[in-house]
């Protein structure tokens, strides 16, 4: 885990390269979220990073989290209530992440693992489903997105992961002040309503640009095979919940 000044980062990723580090998470903000001069040390670390073979989650992100009983990672700066479970939640808000894992834990429901991507100037979306789809603990993937990079690979790649497990998709950024935090905040460019259905739907997802609207199951290949009650408040909460264990395992002492 990075958390040094923006400025040191490049010369901290490179020392961990020449160590032998495989992976990164980097937690320090001020990079391609703060303009042409950020992504240029942002562009940077990435470009270290790959000389040396390894991957970075972030930068400009609240952490990960892995809940398998051999693993029990908390990598993130945010005491967070972690119960083990079969949700797996990818957001690119550190806030909003937060907010879903304590509302999960308030609904008995555990996660498998959870991934704060922030800038996502190396391990993107896409990258997450892929690992996921092979990933046994993971039965139901949440995905909170302030953009979609990649959008005819992420159409490819969720398509195909949610044949077998649903993605519940929600994408920020639908008013100007929205898209404007999402820039800021992550460099995030928002696209139009419209089209960001339009490929959720073709993804295969239960998910849209706005929370009132997953109220009721969407017809998707996802919810089509795992329909739920709608007397919920969200259709979310039931198809998640028909995924978690029957009887959920104690939640771990630890919390950090």
Known sequence: MVRALADRVPGVVRDCGERGVHGLILLTAGFGETGDAGMDRQDEVVGIARAFGMRVVGPNCLGLVNTDPAVRLNATFAGMP??????????????????????????GLGISQFVSVGNRADVSNNDLLLAWEREE????????????GNPRKFARI??????SKPIIAIKAGRSP???????????????????????FTQAGCCGSTRWSRCS??????????????????WS??????????????AAPAWTS
């Open 177 to 199: 002040a929205g898209q404007r935090a999402g820039l800021s905040y992550t460099a995030a460019a928002a696209a139009s309503d419209v089209v960001v259905d339009a490929l």
């Open 236 to 249: 979310a909460i039931p198809v998640v919940r028909a995924f978690s264990p029957r009887t959920p395992p």
């Open 158 to 163: 969720a398509r195909r992961v949610s044949a």
């Open 216 to 233: 009721t199951p969407r017809e998707s290949s996802a919810t089509n095979r795992y329909r739920a009650a709608t007397a919920s408040q």
């Open 137 to 148: 603990r993971t039965r139901v993937i949440a995905l909170y997105v302030e953009s979609v």
């Open 82 to 107: 972690m119960r083990p479970g079969r949700l797996g939640v990818i957001s690119q808000s550190g806030a909003l992440g937060i907010a879903v894992v304590s509302a999960a834990a308030r609904w």
